[in-house]
């Protein structure tokens, strides 16, 4: 099975801060990875796929970066509405998700 | 515009089977576009794949969960469905149906794009 770990597990962050959330898989995984962002009683909304494509309709202060085992995911300019968990996600080999970023306000 | 929606008992009891069903709108169980996917949360923790079914019944399952999930389409329903047997407290989550969509060429990009609201299934006596 591939592990993902991701860190950190929280966060506290200022409207307009740079935020970054790490995410390592226990192998190559190419760049199959994807980035979702789920709000409280929501389902989950995919960001990024393919480690650096963003989705369309998502805004481009989200971006994702990496490859093999190492993956990064930034929000340039955190605004309120950007509040959630977000979970990173490999499909090199079945799927696993990583254990969650939780954002919150400063 | 593809819809999801989970239906299923919200409590089952434990050692019981646990049975769920997607149905889709907007889209077809056929369409080989898509992987039909179910995905839990157990309250206040992170997203755990179940497994998968294609438009083909090939499937695929968590290795945790193998011996105990079941995948199945009804394309004549156009819906699919998720068995879980011998359930325990541990199984308590909200569960989620999702597409899981095959984009591009070779290589292709996989990414869950549609999801479902959710279901709250508790396993209790």
């Known amino acids: 099975d591939i592990q993902m770990t991701q860190s950190p597990s929280s966060l506290s962050a200022s409207v307009g801060d740079r935020v970054t959330i790490t995410c390592q898989a226990s192998q190559d995984i190419n760049n199959y990875l994807n980035w979702y962002q789920q709000k409280p009683g929501k389902a989950p909304k995919v960001l990024i796929y393919d480690a650096s494509n963003l989705e369309t309709g998502v805004p481009s202060r989200f971006s994702g970066s990496g490859s093999g085992t190492d993956f990064t995911f930034t929000i340039s300019s955190l605004q309120a509405e950007d509040i959630a968990t977000y979970y990173c996600?490999?499909?090199?080999?079945?799927?696993?998700f990583g254990g969650g970023t939780k954002v919150e306000m400063k | 515009q593809m819809q999801l929606q989970e239906s299923g008992p919200g409590l089952v009891k434990p050692s019981q089977t646990l049975s769920l069903t997607c149905t889709v709108s907007g889209g077809s169980v056929t369409s080989g576009s898509y992987y039909w996917t179910w995905i839990r949360q157990p309250a206040g923790k992170g997203l755990e794949w179940i497994g998968r079914i294609y438009t083909t019944g090939s499937t695929n399952y968590s290795p945790s969960l193998k011996s105990r999930a079941t995948i199945s389409l009804d394309t004549s329903k156009n819906e699919f469905s998720l068995s879980l047997r011998s359930v325990t407290a541990a199984d308590t989550a909200v569960y989620y149906c999702?597409?899981?969509?095959?984009?591009?060429?070779?290589?292709?990009?996989?990414?869950?794009?549609?999801w479902g609201k959710g279901t709250t299934v508790i396993v209790s006596s």
């Open positions: 999702a597409t899981e969509a095959i984009v591009g060429a070779h290589p292709y990009f996989y990414y869950m794009d549609v």
């Open positions: 996600q490999q499909y090199n080999d079945l799927i696993t």
